[in-house]
Antibody
Framework: QVQLVESGGGVVQPGRALRLSCEAS????????MHWVRQAPGRGLEGVAV????????YYADSVKGRFTISRDNSKNTLYLQMNSLRPEDTAVYYC???????????WGQGTLVTVSS | SYELTQPPSVSVSPGQTARITCSGD??????AYWYQQKSGRAPVLVIY???KRPSGIPERFSGSSSGTMATLTISGAQVEDEADYYC????????????FGGGTKLTVL
């Protein structure tokens, strides 16, 4: 069965960095684009970044452009999000999601909480 | 930047029909997708490509789209359908990211 398991969240001070991971299993990871989606406490969903199946194309939301980097290691079936220069407004649950055609986000991880606070 | 607009809340009694709308300028040309999120849980896809229902999603969930508005309909809403619902779509710029609507809290009581 398809599984996506995020890790790497925690409490971090403003200006510091954190790297999230999303380990995939149960499907051919290298065939799918992948997304990071976040949800601030009590707020809605926000797409953060997307990476193509082979890592050749990446897209970022304006709110994280220049600070966050999405990457993947298809040999390890793992998606990453490197988050630098973190701000309090980056506090959120971060989900990874599989981008299927035609279903779009058909599988999501359980989420990992990132708290940016001094 | 592109926006999708949803009503903040919808309330129905059990057994009634709930309709949640999503408006966006690109919806005449782009598909809408709908996600259900129950408290503390990850979102679940309930409708894709405007009208299609994934396997395992009850038949009472349906979708439609006309002009700049997409609609999620829950026919005979049940208490367990109480959740936040989000639409998702893309604009016509070729931007890969897409956007989510602000979400609609469905109350069934």
């Amino acid at each position: 069965q398809v599984q996506l398991v995020e890790s790497g969240g925690g409490v971090v001070q403003p200006g510091r960095a954190l790297r999230l991971s999303c380990e995939a299993s149960g499907f051919t990871f290298s065939s799918y684009s992948m997304h990071w989606v976040r949800q601030a406490p009590g707020r809605g969903l926000e797409g953060v970044a997307v990476i193509s199946y082979d890592g050749s194309n990446k897209y970022y939301a304006d709110s994280v452009k220049g600070r966050f980097t999405i990457s993947r290691d298809n040999s390890k079936n793992t998606l990453y999000l490197q988050m630098n220069s973190l701000r309090p407004e980056d506090t959120a649950v971060y989900y990874c999601a599989r981008d299927s055609i035609p279903e779009k986000f058909d599988y999501w991880g359980q989420g990992t909480l990132v708290t940016v606070s001094s | 930047s592109y926006e999708l607009t949803q009503p903040p809340s919808v309330s129905v009694s059990p057994g009634q029909t709930a309709r949640i709308t999503c408006s966006g300028d690109a919806l005449p040309k782009k598909y809408a997708y709908w996600y259900q999120q129950k408290s503390g849980r990850a979102p679940v896809l309930v409708i894709y490509e405007d009208t299609k229902r994934p396997s395992g999603i009850p038949e009472r969930f349906s979708g439609s789209s006309s002009g700049t508005m997409a609609t999620l309909t829950i026919s005979g809403a049940q208490v367990e359908d109480e959740a936040d619902y989000y639409c998702y779509s893309t604009d016509t710029s070729g931007n890969q990211g897409g956007v989510f609507g602000g979400g609609t809290k469905l109350t069934v009581l």
